[in-house]
C-alpha cells in the first residue's frame, strides 16, 4: 500500500475515532451524577446547615460579581509609540557612553599612582618573624576573642 492510500484512509479512521468518542463520553455522562446532584444525610446534625450554604450558593459565581473591563488602558499605536521613544532613548545613550573619553592610561602607572595614594602603614600585613612574635600574637587575638560575662537580668 503506498502512502498516498494509506493518508486516503485517514479522514475515515478519524470520523470513526471521533464517534466512537463522543458515544463513549455520552454513556458516561448519562450515568455520572452533576456535581449539583448531592445527597445529603438527613440523620447528620449539621445537613440543615450544608444544604442551607448550598441553597445560598447556589447561583455563585453570577455575572455581577466579575471585575469590570478595565478602562483607560493604552492603545497599541500608543504602546508602539513608547516601544518606539525607548529605543530611541536608548540609541542616545549609547551614543553618549561613546562619546566619552575613558582613561587609557598604562595600567601599570594607574596601579601606582592609586598605591601612592594609599597609607602603606594600613595596607601592610603584620611583620611576625619569630615563633615568640607569633604566640604573643596568638595569645592577644585568644584575649580578644574571650566574650564578656553575661548580663544579669535579675
Not at 456535581?35 to 447561583?59: I, K, W, Y
Not at 532613548?89 to 601599570?108: G, N
Amino acid at each position: 500500500m503506498t502512502a498516498v492510500e494509506m493518508n486516503a484512509r485517514l479522514p475515515k479512521k478519524i470520523a470513526l475515532t471521533t464517534a466512537g468518542l463522543t458515544a463513549g463520553l455520552a454513556l458516561l455522562g448519562g450515568c455520572a451524577a452533576t456535581p449539583f446532584d448531592t445527597v445529603t444525610d438527613e440523620a447528620s446534625p449539621v445537613s440543615a446547615r450544608v444544604d442551607a450554604l448550598v441553597a445560598a450558593n447556589r447561583e455563585y459565581p453570577r455575572w455581577e460579581d466579575f471585575p469590570p473591563e478595565p478602562v483607560g488602558l493604552p492603545t497599541a499605536t500608543q504602546i508602539a509609540a513608547e516601544v518606539s521613544t525607548l529605543g530611541v532613548t536608548q540609541q542616545a545613550l549609547s551614543a553618549e557612553v561613546e562619546a566619552i573619553e575613558w582613561d587609557t592610561e598604562d595600567p601599570a602607572a594607574l596601579g601606582a599612582a592609586i598605591q601612592s595614594r594609599v597609607d602603606q602603614t594600613l595596607a601592610a600585613p603584620i611583620a611576625v618573624q619569630t615563633r615568640e612574635d607569633i604566640e604573643a600574637e596568638a595569645e592577644r587575638l585568644r584575649r580578644r576573642a574571650t566574650p564578656p560575662p553575661p548580663i544579669d537580668r535579675d
